[in-house]
């Protein structure tokens, strides 16, 4: 059963799509009525991500997605259609409409049973069965305020006692399996995922227990870390171990860390903007999720090997992003944790201070790849370190750099700022290139990239996208047109038509948010970038007029086409024909 377009317009109309955006996004710039900022959903470093108040949509000129604030909330939090609207009316303190026969107790229930799940592992803590827990917390100097704040807890070293337990609460082995907290034994039974653990609650922005991390305790059973499969609640690349309580700092910035121990550390330390990923490598969803709440991230990756390489793709995925990147050089220990119990807080503090950016990291690893004393590898070093500064736009910049490295290869500055502008060349002339490539793509661009929303007829589905835009802005327009989506030459279009028709007929609201439902959210986008482009409705009688001559001329013209081709093709069946004929 369909939500009421009633319903949905009074959700869209008490979230305004401004205010919502803006808890995600940074708008900042304004072009007329719109405001831009840097799209969530995609990586970009000039803002093609655009709201409109007046129409209540946003729209991205880089990756199209688009919609209303319902498919906002549907992208940025990862939910379906009817999730998103809940979220949206829990926000403006609307109820849902009774007798829906949508149900969203599978999602719910594995939240709860994450929820209990988390009570019974930090219950454990008290017992018996989490001395080995405590002890190793105490041995880590974790204090029982950061125990609390953490909400840490124990799994203990039996097969089944979290899924006992979880049974008397009445939840079944297939949501204890679906929420990765059992795992299949090979004789058809059941055993708990995490045991001998230490485990640390993965809690989502919204305050949701959406998965686990857990450090073993003991023996070799098993990696180090474990975290919690991918599952209906919980995506790796989409969350950060301690983003929940980072968004609320003051400071500005965020420190990315490496395990889960060191967040924890950096916040008893009082660096309360501390946050990691869950077992993977930085991803471009992680880094957007950065990007709402600071324009600055303090990499703080283990000195190993494997966490300067770890810093160092970090780097590459960030710096796509308009947050400004510094690297921490951790002196005398292998991570934060270890620093902060050597020489503590203060110290770790000014380290921050100390923090070199990226260009300053980027060339201090080409250089300790290099042995300055052979030339060959000398004329690397140089060609290397040119290529990073000739992505920097500012000719300052480029210039105070290429004197460092001109100084280190003992060589004179000239020679390195030659380099870097002729690499610098090469990238403007490929980057014009590509932009020229662009331009002459723009109008096969503004298609649907789904083949089977594309235009066969441009001419008429520019009438009918027109068609579409009036209706949209005043159904009444259309009284009287007799016209059908079976008009259109575009299927996608004529879909549009039709359902905006039948929701006017029937006297509903008409917006993006009350055709959300109808449609998927490529085609809403679609719909979108429709709706994005101007419309004078002064003349609207004459405009409807205008746009059902062409679609029906270029119609007629579809008809006449076919119907040559179709003589065509029986003047070349009859010519084969007869020269079989005249062969025998």
């Known amino acids: 059963m369909p939500l009421p377009e009633s319903f949905l317009q009074e959700i869209a109309d008490r979230n305004d799509i401004t ?138 070293n039996e097969w089944s006692v979290l899924r006992d337990e979880m049974h008397k609460k009445g939840f079944s082995d297939k949501e204890l399996f679906d929420a990765g907290l059992v795992r299949k034994g090979k004789s058809g039974g059941f055993y708990d995922t995490f045991r001998d653990r230490l485990i640390f609650p993965v809690i989502d922005i919204r305050g949701n227990v959406i998965g686990f991390s857990g450090r073993l305790l003991g023996g070799d059973d098993g990696p180090k870390y474990m975290n919690s499969p991918e599952t209906l609640v919980f995506s790796k690349s989409r969350n950060l171990f301690a983003m929940n309580l980072a968004k609320k700092s003051k400071k500005g910035y965020i420190i990315l860390s490496e395990g889960n121990i060191d967040v924890v550390s950096l916040h008893q330390a009082g660096f309360d903007c501390a946050v990691a990923s869950l077992g993977t490598a930085l991803t471009p969803e992680q880094a957007r999720l950065i990007s709402r709440y600071a324009n600055e991230v303090i990499i703080a990756y283990d000195s190993d090997e494997a966490g300067q390489k770890a810093s160092a793709r970090a780097v590459g995925i960030l710096e796509k992003l308009d947050i400004k990147v510094k690297i921490l050089n951790i002196k005398g220990a292998k991570d934060p944790d270890e620093f902060i119990k050597l020489k503590g807080a203060d110290a770790f503090s000014n380290l921050l201070h100390e923090s070199e950016n990226h260009i300053d990291f980027a060339l201090r690893g080409i250089i300790n790849k290099h042995d300055l004393s052979i030339d060959e590898q000398r004329v690397a070093y140089i060609k290397e370190s040119a290529a990073v500064l000739a992505s920097l736009p500012s000719l300052v910049e480029r210039e105070v750099y290429s004197m460092r490295i001109a100084e280190t290869a003992s060589v004179s500055p000239k020679i390195v700022t030659d380099e870097v502008e002729r690499i610098r060349k090469g990238k403007l002339s490929k980057a014009k290139k590509s932009y020229e490539k662009a331009v002459l793509k723009v109008a096969n661009d503004a298609h649907p990239k789904e083949k089977s929303m594309r235009y066969e007829n441009q001419r008429s589905a520019l009438a009918e996208e027109g068609i579409i835009r009036l209706a949209i802005s005043d159904d009444t327009l259309l009284d009287g047109t007799h016209l059908t989506g079976s008009d259109f030459s575009s299927n996608i279009l004529g879909k549009f038509f039709d359902v905006i028709m039948e929701k006017s007929q029937r006297g509903a609201p008409l917006s993006i948010a009350t055709l959300g439902e109808d449609f998927t959210g490529e085609e809403i986008s679609h719909l979108t970038s429709i709706i994005e482009k101007p419309e004078i409705l002064i003349n609207g009688k004459k405009a409807v007029s205008d746009y059902i001559n062409i679609i029906k001329t270029e119609k007629q013209s579809s008809l006449v086409d076919d119907d040559a081709l179709k003589a065509y093709q029986k003047l070349r069946q009859d010519n084969k024909k007869g020269m079989v004929e005249n062969n025998e």
């Open 19 to 156: 205010d919502v955006v803006s808890g995600y996004v940074r708008l900042t710039k304004k072009s007329g009525s719109n405001l831009f900022g840097l799209c969530p959903f995609h990586s970009e470093k000039s803002p093609s991500f655009s709201v409109s108040s007046e129409r209540q949509i946003y729209h991205c000129f880089g990756c199209q997605k688009g919609g209303s604030v319902i498919n906002f909330i549907m992208e940025i939090e990862n939910l379906g259609f009817r999730d998103a609207v809940e979220f949206l009316a829990r926000r403006s303190g609307l109820e849902m409409p009774q007798g829906e026969s949508y149900d969203r107790r599978e999602r719910e229930r594995m939240l709860e049973l994450n929820r209990e799940t988390a009570r019974f592992f930090f219950k454990n803590l008290s017992g018996a069965q989490g001395a080995k827990a405590i002890s190793y917390i105490k041995s880590r100097g974790i204090s029982p305020e950061m125990v609390k704040t953490f909400g840490l807890g124990s799994a203990p």
